[in-house]
């Protein structure tokens, strides 16, 4: 068989060239599907080329491995609702991240090298996202309350664990080459701290903070990836760059998360935010309900209109008709816009996911720095199964969500609030707008209240 080991370096290179290409198509909705195929595709090559490492071993085992893999990842991506689009994709970041742990439990199985302690530190931070990215999972599924989960002595109690995992590295390291004898001590029980670290620091996170968990772990994933790429003898430079450019997308991310909140990180994974409820002795007035077809001849006759949507809609799968609805609104001569806010439903970008898989064309959406001054001059705002996003307790001293930066539809000179019940939002927090006089709430489904509305616009 021919040899094209002095292939590889030269195609490693080429796929970094494709990776960056996809990430700034992704970077906007219009290009985001052509960077998706564009990382997809170079992260085929780099695979492939893969096999043509020198000395490599378990051929066989790998093709299987991936087939398997491959074919479940898939068939989960095409039967995957875009509701469990969050969870989906803790899921499978944290995969990524119990590869990359895996690929330091190798490297460490072998001679004591250099770069051991790099393998080490990349199996403590992919051990953690495996772990984390399992409990974001099951509390975005539902399959374990998503409120935080805390006892006394809590973060002592991680910190020791913490610290635990990190000597327990230090001994594998310090252990000779022939260190095989006597991995049984040290280098389980690594992983088992650092897997028992990741779950100890989500259980306290809740589920309204889950948007930034879940970028965090993305970027704790990359990072591991990247460590593992330089802990080989020969340093794998697809392996290092691929994981650097998503370390630092999802830190990036994750900042922009955190500050769409007004929370700092270590409020984020230290201050089990919606641990306790809020008192809502401080809210006053009464919730006024109206039907369909009297927010039909309201929205008919406005002339500014914004739309703001949430996981509510996600939820019904609604957006079809939300679109529908803009449709027959723009015929009317209906000005109309939709205001996204950075963390609404449960993944960054979850709400421009949804609308542009309905057809709501781009320069419809904007972002709360755009949107805010307009809401005084806008007719009707119709919130469709948002929540925390468009409380107004961020505006009061006190209130757990005090200081985070929200959409003001409060201003509007009307607020329609579609909503299934009258229970609070993922952060569980009594919601001012309800109780306000300029809002009404419309109740049901909201699949089904927006045909209704569209229903009734169209006999108009």
């Known amino acids: 068989m ?20 996809g990430l700034q198509r992704m970077s906007n909705p219009l290009t985001a599907r052509s960077g998706i195929v564009w990382a997809g595709a170079a992260m085929l090559i780099a695979t492939l ?19 398997i893999g491959g074919g ?40 004591t090298t250099p770069t051991s302690s790099l393998a080490v530190v990349g199996g403590l931070i992919g ?14 599924q539902g399959w374990m309350p998503s409120r935080p989960v805390t006892f006394t002595g809590q973060q002592i109690v991680n910190m020791a664990v913490l610290v635990l995992a990190i000597v327990s590295g230090v001994f594998v390291i310090l252990q000779p080459s022939s260190r095989l004898l006597s991995v049984n001590a040290s280098l389980p029980l690594f992983f088992i701290l650092a897997l028992g670290f990741g779950l100890l620091m989500t259980l306290p996170i809740g589920g309204a903070d889950m948007p930034v968990v879940i970028s965090m772990y993305n970027a704790f994933t990359g990072l591991a ?17 691929a994981g650097v450019i998503v370390g630092a997308a999802g830190s990036l991310l994750t900042l922009k998360m955190a500050k769409a909140m007004n929370r700092s990180l ?8 919606g641990a306790t409820e809020e008192q809502a002795a401080h809210v006053s007035g009464s919730v006024k309900a109206i039907e369909a077809d009297d927010v039909a001849v309201m929205l008919a006759y406005a002339d500014r209109v914004i739309i703001v949507p949430g996981y509510g809609m996600a939820v019904a799968q609604a957006q079809q008709k939300v679109k529908e609805l803009t449709d027959v609104l723009e015929r009317r001569g209906v000005r109309v816009k939709f205001a996204i806010h950075p963390v609404a439903g449960r993944m ?22 755009e949107v805010n001054p307009e809401f005084p001059s806008t007719d009707i705002v119709l919130v ?29 000179k009307n607020v329609i609030v579609l909503k299934r019940g009258q229970g609070r939002g993922f952060a569980g927090i009594e919601n001012d707008l309800f109780y306000r006089d300029n809002t009404r709430m419309l109740y049901g489904d909201a699949q089904e209240t927006v045909g209704k509305l569209v229903q009734a616009l169209k006999k108009l």
């Open 266 to 273: 270590t409020n984020v994974f230290f201050g089990a935010f």
């Open 348 to 369: 960054p970008g979850h709400m421009n996911v949804l609308l542009a898989e309905a057809g709501v064309a781009y320069d419809h959406l904007f972002d709360r720095d």
């Open 384 to 412: 469709i199964g948002a929540n925390d996003v468009v409380n107004p307790a961020a505006h009061r001293k006190g209130s757990p969500l005090f200081g985070m930066p929200i959409l003001d539809v409060e201003q509007a």
């Open 2 to 21: 021919a040899d094209f080991s002095f292939a590889i370096e030269p195609v490693y290179i080429a796929t970094i060239f494709f990776f960056i290409v």
């Open 225 to 241: 990836v990247a460590l593992d790429g330089f802990s080989f003898v020969t340093p794998n430079y697809a392996m290092i760059i």
């Open 127 to 140: 051990a953690v996202s495996f772990s984390g990215s399992l409990i974001a999972f099951l509390k975005l």
């Open 49 to 67: 080329v893969t096999f043509f490492t020198p000395n490599l071993t378990n051929i066989g085992l790998i093709a299987i491995a991936i087939v």
């Open 72 to 111: 479940f990842g898939y068939i989960s991506a095409k039967r995957v609702a875009m509701t469990n689009m969050p969870q989906m994709v803790a899921f499978f970041n944290g995969m990524g991240g119990g590869a990359a742990a895996g690929i330091s439990a190798v490297v460490l199985l072998g001679p």
